[in-house]
Nanobody, 122 residues
Framework: QVQLVESGGGLVQAGGSLRLSCAAS????????MGWFRQAPGKEREFVAH????????VYADSVKGRFTISRDNAKNTVYLQMNSLKPEDTGVYYC???????????????WGQGTQVTVSS
């Protein structure tokens, strides 16, 4: 049974930075993609970024391009999301997830972490 555990959320002022981590435990499968999503109160869960386990190729939502960086450490089965120049609209619960294929659609992900809160004050 694979589990995903996020950490690193918190409260930060606009313009600040946070680094989220997502550790995968159990019988991990290093294929497909690992993604980050976020959900603000009253809004649908939205795609932030994903990274392919094998090649490291990354994809970002337009809203975070140039500010966020997704990376992975295959030896540690951990994925990171470095968030810089944070804005109040980045506030939400951030989830990491795994997909067996290459997709940005939440429905394509079959394993989710519990989420970590990120709050950006203005």
């Amino acid at each position: 049974q694979v589990q995903l555990v996020e950490s690193g959320g918190g409260l930060v002022q606009a313009g600040g930075s946070l680094r989220l981590s997502c550790a995968a435990s159990g019988r991990t499968v290093n294929s497909g993609v690992m993604g980050w999503f976020r959900q603000a109160p009253g809004k649908e869960r939205e795609f932030v970024a994903h990274i392919r386990w094998i090649t490291g190729i990354t994809v970002y939502a337009d809203s975070v391009k140039g500010r966020f960086t997704i990376s992975r450490d295959n030896a540690k089965n951990t994925v990171y999301l470095q968030m810089n120049s944070l804005k109040p609209e980045d506030t939400g619960v951030y989830y990491c997830a795994r997909a067996p294929g290459i997709t940005a659609a939440p429905s394509g992900y079959d394993l989710w972490g519990q989420g970590t809160q990120v709050t950006v004050s203005s």
